[in-house]
Nanobody
């Protein structure tokens, strides 16, 4: 069982920055970030795989958010710049343990989830 512990988040004004962190108890095939706003479905934000070092971003965050890892590949960060009110959501990190048949951009591909952390962007 992979344990994921998240930190970071909070309240920031439009245009501000925040960094989220997620520490995994072991290395997995990929780590990703998803978010869910009230009344909306959970949506993909970013992901990084270790095999080939591929990274993926949702169109809505490209150029503003950056996913990275530490040198052990067990901690993943999400640097969020130029934040907008529409970025307000609960953010979740997730671990994809195998290559599988589902893409790293799909929530159903992930086996373990962090506890979530709130990001609120005020206008």
């Amino acid at each position: 069982q992979v344990q994921l512990v998240q930190s970071g988040g909070g309240l920031v004004q439009t245009g501000g920055s925040l960094r989220l962190s997620c520490s995994a108890s072991e290395r997995t095939y990929a780590l990703g970030w998803f978010r869910q706003a009230p009344g909306k479905e959970r949506e993909f934000v970013a992901a990084k795989t270790w095999s080939g070092g591929s990274t993926y971003y949702a169109d809505s965050v490209k150029g503003r958010f950056t996913i990275s890892t530490d040198n052990t590949a067990t901690t993943v960060y999400l640097q969020m710049n130029s934040l907008k009110p529409e970025d307000t959501a609960a953010y979740y990190c997730a671990a994809k343990t195998t290559f599988g048949t589902l893409a790293a951009t799909t929530a159903r591909a992930y086996d373990y989830w962090g506890q979530g952390t709130q990001v609120t962007v005020s206008s």
